[in-house]
């Protein structure tokens, strides 16, 4: 048996999916929505007790139409797995679309109408799971959380909060001349503090002693997307270690319209 994401066809999430903002909210010059919606990964049968906000899908995740599948994904799964939650979580992204150009997603981090359909989605996930943890990935998501916190609906929530650098931080870091040894630092020693401060909180699905990070994540740290996060039939390359989509384009039009999709090497059954 392969199991699988059943998808929305429940209540409250095919309201939700049904009726989702488009670019009169998120405005093409700012998001790719030229790539659809990607909502979501994870548990939505009520049975998530961790409760993570991303920031915005890219190559991988416009693909699988679920979030968190690629690096930043894997990333954030050996995360998942270190604290013995190896199902019990769902995860939703700050942006339904994929961020276009530096300073879009500071821009509209705040958003009222961005917001709103969000905070539709928050509060639909704590009503309906008993979530004993929310994780913020990064800047952006954390001023998505505390947006929603504002908002009189989000009273109902009343677990812990843990904001930790983004998955992907070290790599932004160096790209923009910061050390690339010392960004990775960075991150594994707050992800490990945040280990230490959620271990204590969140109910494992399976026991385990926390193995804290060393000074960088190792191919060992990245954890597997399991097979039931993701649409029925998906090929399992599409979980796979290696990267195998990406933005390709000798123009910025062409690459903003363009995701090549290759199947790894050794994952190719000819
Ligand atoms: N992919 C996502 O879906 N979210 C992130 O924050 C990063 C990559």
């Given at each position: 048996?392969?199991?699988?994401?059943?998808?929305?066809?429940?209540?409250?999430?095919?309201?939700?999916?049904?009726?989702?903002?488009?670019?009169?909210?998120?405005?093409?010059?700012?998001?790719?929505?030229?790539?659809?919606?990607?909502?979501?990964?994870?548990?939505?049968?009520g049975?998530?007790?961790?409760?993570?906000?991303?920031?915005?899908?890219?190559?991988?995740?416009?693909?699988?139409?679920?979030?968190?599948?690629?690096?930043?994904?894997?990333?954030?799964?050996?995360?998942?797995?270190?604290?013995?939650?190896?199902?019990?979580?769902?995860?939703?992204?700050?942006?339904?679309?994929s961020?276009?150009?530096?300073?879009?997603?500071?821009?509209h981090?705040?958003?009222?109408?961005?917001?709103?359909?969000?905070?539709?989605?928050?509060?639909?996930?704590?009503?309906?799971?008993?979530?004993?943890?929310?994780?913020?990935?990064?800047?952006?998501?954390?001023?998505?959380?505390?947006?929603?916190?504002?908002?009189?609906?989000?009273?109902?929530?009343?677990?812990?909060?843990?904001?930790?650098?983004?998955?992907?931080?070290?790599?932004?870091?160096?790209?923009?001349?910061?050390?690339?040894?010392?960004?990775?630092k960075?991150?594994?020693?707050?992800?490990?503090?945040?280990?230490?401060?959620?271990?204590?909180?969140?109910?494992p699905?399976?026991?385990?002693?926390?193995?804290?990070?060393?000074?960088?994540?190792?191919?060992?740290?990245?954890?597997t997307?399991?097979?039931?996060?993701?649409?029925?039939?998906?090929?399992?390359?599409?979980?796979?270690?290696?990267?195998?989509?990406?933005?390709?384009?000798?123009?910025?039009?062409?690459?903003?319209?363009?995701?090549?999709?290759?199947?790894?090497?050794?994952?190719?059954?000819?």
């Open positions: 048996m392969h199991p699988f994401d059943p998808g929305y066809a429940q209540a409250p999430y095919a309201d939700l999916v049904g009726d989702y903002p488009g670019p009169e909210i998120y405005p093409a010059k700012d998001f790719r929505v030229e790539w659809g919606p990607i909502f979501h990964r994870g548990r939505l049968d049975t998530a007790r961790v409760l993570v906000i991303g920031q915005d899908p890219a190559a991988h995740e416009a693909i699988t139409r679920r979030i968190l599948v690629g690096t930043a994904g894997r990333r954030f799964q050996g995360f998942l797995n270190k604290l013995g939650i190896d199902s019990s979580y769902v995860l939703i992204n700050t942006f339904l679309y961020v276009y150009g530096q300073r879009a997603g500071t821009a981090a705040t958003d009222p109408d961005i917001a709103r359909y969000r905070h539709a989605w928050l509060d639909a996930l704590v009503t309906h799971n008993q979530i004993e943890a929310v994780i913020a990935l990064g800047g952006l998501a954390d001023s998505a959380f505390h947006t929603w916190r504002k908002a009189p609906t989000s009273a109902a929530y009343d677990g812990a909060y843990e904001h930790i650098l983004h998955p992907t931080y070290p790599d932004s870091a160096a790209a923009s001349g910061s050390d690339a040894a010392t960004a990775m960075q991150l594994t020693t707050n992800w490990n503090n945040a280990l230490t401060a959620l271990n204590i909180t969140i109910t699905d399976t026991e385990r002693s926390v193995s804290p990070y060393g000074d960088s994540l190792t191919p060992a740290d990245l954890g997307i399991p097979e039931a996060d993701l649409p029925p039939g998906l090929p399992a390359w599409m979980r796979s270690d290696e990267p195998w989509a990406a933005r390709q384009g000798s123009t910025p039009a062409e690459k903003r319209a363009t995701i090549t999709v290759q199947i790894p090497e050794d994952q190719r059954p000819f």
